[in-house]
């Protein structure tokens, strides 16, 4: 199973861009990127995943090198309500994806 | 949203007592999933269900037991709550196993349920 180490935390300020990387060193042939963001007494919620070079949805953008062992989610223009905890999960296979402590991003005026 | 609820919302219970947390989903999802969330720990994996009356661990089964006997109601029970079973508990679903093939498959989320164990 592919362990996964991102940052315990960032601050931001309104209107920026944040970019959070999530180091997976064993990542296997198989294995996607999946990003989860979980606001306080919610559930996680998904946000965008890939395999790799780049995807982009309406709310985010996820970077995956050639080398796949790291992956940066990207938040355009960041506001307020973006303060939230971000996981990175790395799996496939037939193994069960598991959560991390997660990156607590907090974004401020 | 995903159409999953969780009941009770809330609870408050004393150590000894049994305990019933129910999931309920209405988008006929195969896997089911209940997870318990604490500070520090992120989201743990307690059991899941991968069909109706087919269940396995997860990395922190002990102490639940878990039962489906329908497709849309995963039940979650403490035999005998303990306080360090007080967490908040999430119940997910998802059409294929989370994280196997094929992997683009996601997760989605219930609200969430509050257990406190005096």
């Known amino acids: 199973l592919a362990k996964t180490t991102q940052p315990i935390s960032m601050d931001s300020y309104e209107g920026q861009e944040v970019n959070i990387t999530c180091s997976h060193n064993?990542?296997?042939?198989?294995?996607?990127i999946t990003w989860y963001q979980q606001f306080p007494s919610q559930g996680p919620r998904f946000i965008i995943q890939g395999y790799k070079t780049k995807v982009t949805n309406e709310v985010a953008s996820l970077f995956i090198p050639a080398d796949r062992k790291s992956s940066t989610l990207s938040l355009p223009r960041v506001s307020l309500s973006d303060t939230a905890v971000y996981y990175c999960l790395v799996g496939g296979g037939g193994n069960k994806l598991t959560f991390g402590t997660g990156t607590q991003l907090k974004v401020e005026l | 949203d995903a159409g999953i609820t969780q009941s009770p919302r809330h609870k408050v219970t004393e150590t000894g007592t049994p305990v019933t947390l129910r999931c309920h989903q209405t988008e006929n999802h195969r896997y089911m999933y209940w997870y318990r969330q604490d500070p520090g720990h992120g989201l743990r994996l307690i059991h899941y269900?991968?069909?109706?009356?087919?269940?396995d661990k997860g990395e922190v089964s002990d102490g639940y037991s878990v039962s489906r006997s329908k497709t849309e109601d995963f039940l979650l029970t403490l035999e005998s709550a303990t306080s360090s079973q007080t967490s908040v508990y999430f119940c997910?679903?998802?059409?294929?196993?989370?994280?196997?093939?094929?992997?683009?498959?996601?997760?989605?989320f219930g609200p969430g349920t509050r257990l406190t164990v005096l």
């Open positions: 997910a679903i998802s059409e294929s196993i989370f994280g196997g093939s094929p992997s683009t498959d996601t997760q989605y």
């Open positions: 269900s991968y069909g109706v009356k087919d269940t």
């Open positions: 064993n990542i296997a042939t198989n294995d996607y």
